[in-house]
Structure formats: C-alpha cells, structure tokens
C-alpha cells in the first residue's frame, strides 16, 4: 500500500499567467482573486453565494494544458467544481487526478482490484450506511490530509444522494476576534477510527449495514492514522485562514475532556451554517473535485436506489 510523498505543487508560471489575465494577484506569500473572472477556453458558473461552480466548455477525455489551468483556478477560488455530461474511463479519471498531485490510497479502504488508485463507493437499495455521512474533511486523521478530492458518478439514483459543502474559510472569517484570539494555536487530535462522531465503533462495524463498502475494510497496518493538526489552518496555495474541522476530529490536543468539548460541540454545529454552505446534485457524468484544504462535506442519506461513484483522493502536505 503505497504512501504519499508529497511534493508542493509549483504554481508560479500559472499564476504570473492568470496575473495577467487578471484572474490572480500576488500579494506577498497569498493569492488574491479580482473581480471579474476573466477564462479564455472554459465557462465559470457560480451556483451559490458561499461557493461552488459549474464549468462548462471542459471534455476531460481530451484535456489539454491550458482549460485544465483554467480549470484549477477556478477550482482555486470556489472551492467546489462541478463538470456535467462527462464520459471517461478509469484510466482518463487517474490520468485527470495526477495532474492534480500524487494520488492518495486510502489506509482503512481498498481500491478497485484493477485500479487500486480509484474506490468504488457503492450504496445498494437495501443498504442502511451511507460512507461519508457526517461532516468531515477526507483524511484528515493522516500527518499529511488529502489536498483534493474528485468523484465521477456512473449510477445515481432518481431523487437524493446529494452532497453538501461547508466553506471553512467564511466559517473562520466569521469568527469573533475573541474566538480567533482564544483558539488561535490550538491543535486538534484527529482519528481515523473509532471517533466519536462515529460513535466510537470500529469502521468495520460501521459498515456492516453496507455489504459492498464492509467488503472493501482493511487493515491500516503500520501507517500513522492519528494526528495533531492547527484548528485555523492556511492554505498553502492561497494564503487564505480556513476552520479546520470535521468528525475526525476527536479532542483539542492538550485539553481536557470536560474543557475541549463545549468548544468543538460549538465548532461543529457553527461551521455548517447554511450561509456557508452549496449542496451538488449528481447525474450519471457528473464529475466533482472539490478542495480539502477550504471545505467539509457530507454526504446526504435520503435515497434508497443504487448509487456507484468512483473517487480518487490526491495527497497533500503538513498542515500549517
């Protein structure tokens, strides 16, 4: 099972060519985004004040250099990206995510047996857990969290199965000046199994009530699976704060029970305000990359139809 190397993602001629374009603007060590968005080779759509995009003009079975920058800049300024109507194989999704990074292999789930690079997410009409029903961030249990993740939908059912994002960065916007004073260097422990939003139960007994998702449970092995990570993260390509939250999160390191919880019971339910968030309807096609680093999300139980996506998650590095 291999582990990730990350290696940071240069964007420096990107960024000097869209500063041009009038899309970025470097201020120091951040990324400053200017009104209006200025594409030359695809279409940004908005569909929600807190973030989140539809992009058209885009064909990822024949990608070229330059709407796929055009592409990770949106992607870069509304957190969300949605592409409708796409036909792909698994080898063009994996061939799509490296140019997002390293792709990322998941510790406690197996990939396809022809592509380990991609899990199958499957619900049947008779499943009762739904994977990724609760608020979090993909992998943030890890040293080194996801930076991204894209999931392409082959079947869907005929009502539900939506996803819902919460944007981190207008949750830590929003704080009071006192919160960010009080929370602002400190850590959370985050784990990857047995956590308490879960219950406390082990994934394996979790997924019991999904056959396709218990059958693809491993072992971790000697991987880190828990770790210690700032509450208020930067993005390392933007510069923007963001609340760095989700159900991995167990405790606020170094405090005790008693003082940590009122804090995160606060945090978790402040951070899914409905102004911060979008919600994504799928259709078979449908392929969303969405950026750990900025958002939660949560995918919705109300559908009892057969749902099957196929996700990849791309590598990121330390939290700072």
């Known amino acids: 099972m291999p582990s990730c190397k990350f290696v ?12 041009a374009k009038g899309i970025l603007r470097m201020d120091g060590a951040n990324t400053v985004f200017n009104e209006p968005e200025i594409y030359e080779n695809v279409t940004v759509i908005p569909f929600a004040g807190a973030m989140g995009a539809e992009i058209e003009g885009v064909d990822l079975a024949n990608l070229d250099d330059a709407t796929f920058d055009e592409l990770y800049a949106a992607w870069l300024r509304h ?10 194989t698994p080898e063009q999704q994996i061939e799509f995510a490296h140019r997002f990074g390293e792709i990322h ?3 406690y789930m197996k990939g396809m047996d022809d592509y380990p690079d991609i899990l199958e997410i499957v619900k049947e009409p008779d499943s009762s857990y739904t994977f990724g029903a609760a608020w979090h961030t993909d992998q943030m249990f890890n040293p080194q969290p996801a930076k991204a993740t894209m999931l392409y939908a082959h079947e869907t059912p005929s009502a539900g199965g939506d996803t819902m994002f919460a944007n981190m960065h207008l949750a830590y916007d929003a704080l ?5 004073d009080m ?8 784990v990857g199994d047995r956590f308490k939003r879960g219950g406390g139960s082990k994934r394996a007994d979790r997924y019991q009530g999904n056959a396709k998702m218990a059958d693809k449970v491993r072992s971790p092995g000697n991987l880190q699976t828990e770790s210690a990570h700032p509450l208020f993260r930067t993005h390392p390509e933007t510069g923007r704060k963001s609340l760095y939250m989700g159900s991995h ?5 170094g405090f005790e029970e008693a003082e940590a919880e009122p804090i995160l019971d606060y945090l978790r339910e402040y951070s899914i305000r409905p102004e911060f968030t979008c919600r994504v309807n799928w259709k078979p096609g449908t392929i969303t990359i969405w950026d750990n680093r900025s958002v939660q999300h949560y995918a919705i139980p109300d559908y009892n139809e057969r749902r099957r996506m196929h996700r990849i998650t791309i590598c990121g590095d330390t939290p700072f």
Not at 176 to 180: A, E, I, N, R, T
Not at 249 to 253: A, E, I, K, M, R
């Open 8 to 19: 940071r993602t240069s964007l420096i001629a990107f960024k000097v060519s869209y500063r």
């Open 79 to 88: 957190h969300v990206v949605v592409l409708r109507d796409q036909k792909i």
């Open 105 to 107: 292999h998941h510790p």
């Open 176 to 180: 009071s000046d006192g919160m960010k």
């Open 183 to 190: 929370l602002s260097n400190v850590k959370t422990w985050c």
């Open 249 to 253: 999160v167990d405790t606020l390191h």
